[in-house]
């Protein structure tokens, strides 16, 4: 049975653990105070009572004679002495006992006479000395409680700064993980004093620095091939044409066309991984312009808008993504398949087996087509181009299943949602924080050029 995980923060572990450190040295120190002034209190107590003694002992010598009684409130022979104190003075000696039940002790003195009598004096212990005792004590409890409020002050800011500092390093660690290699952890930690926060910031920054090498370069890598790949396979398409009506001049051509295909979609990977890529933006309406370019690349699909809405972004990049997207639920959907638009946002769904969980929890992946059946089936490159190409409009891709409630996986279809940015990207890839007045409003010109649907590129989407 898996035990159930407490997740506190740094901030407030320390804190317990100095206020807890502070406690315990506080009840210590106060303890042994206490102690120690008790104890010089009591001895110069028993000083005290055996000079009063002393002195009552000298009167009653000088009365002796005269039969006087002792003063000072001494004793004769005082039959409620303690035994211990009978004991010391039956050797001859002067002793002092103090009888301590608890509450307010008592303080004894007695003194050997000659003739076998017995002197000795009993008083409680001295109020004045009690209230200094219990002035103390509270002094010292005040103390305490003040040591363990500053402590937990201390540990709450201490913690609450290294806790910042985590925090940012955990940020900025997570944004480096959604692609942003630009992102160093260190300068996102930031401050004067350099501490284990900073040693793994730069560790995190140098694991980054080292993973952006290699994916550069393995990227390099594969460009490098794809484009090398591209003039002969080009030149075998070319000698495929000459060959021979028959079958087997078929299957050469079209295994020679699926080549420069994987060919053409490598190098588009390439180009999308290297972040250089930028947006030719123009002003269209979602709905018209999804609804022409699906009739054009299967009449079958059944297009719905829901809401118009104009946006601005790259045609030929959009239909790209229409385009694998209706790709792929040919492939490895069953009809129908539904297109809808409501707003900014676009959702294509078949009602096949669903999508694969491993794309469902990691996403798109080169070269993984979720079927064991490579055949005729692509490349899996369809997916992560459409993501690339997302990316590229400031826009965001997401899958699920529309599996209903009790079905089992996959029952219901596959759902692709595409969300467009209210925001169009900028010709640096970045995005403005303020919208204009025309993107919302364009003019009827401009609506008008941009509902025509022209594509710069021809209407056709790139392979």
Known sequence: MRRPALRTGVRWKISIAIASVGALIAVALSLVVHNAARVSMLENAREVQLERLTYAQLLYEATKTKKADPRFGAKLNDPTMPKSLRQETRRNRRATHVEDGGGVPDVWAAVPLPGGDVLSLHTRFADRSATILGDLDRALIIGSVSVVLGGSALGVLIGGQLSRRLRKAAAAAGRVA????????????????????DELAGAVDALTDALNERIEA???????????????????????????????SELVRDRAQAMRTLVEDVLEVARLDSASERAELQQLALGEFVSRRVALLNPEVRVQVVHESWVSTDPRRLERILFNLLGNAAKHGSTPVEVTVEGRVVRVRDHGPGFPAALLREGPSRFRTGSTDRAGQGHGLGLT????????????????????????EGAGGAIAVLWLPEHAPTDTGSFPMLQLAEQRHPAPGGRKAAGSGADPRGGRPER
């Open 385 to 408: 181009i459409a993501a690339g190409q997302a990316r590229v409009l400031g826009a965001r891709l997401t899958f699920r299943n529309a599996a209903p409630a009790g079905a089992a």
């Open 218 to 248: 393995e990227r390099r890598v594969t460009a490098d091939i794809a484009h090398e790949l591209r003039t002969p396979v080009t030149g075998l398409l070319t000698a495929a044409e000459l060959l021979p009506p028959g079958r087997p």
């Open 178 to 197: 959604q692609g942003q290699t630009d992102v160093r952890v260190g300068d996102a930690v930031g401050g004067v004093v350099r501490d284990e926060t």
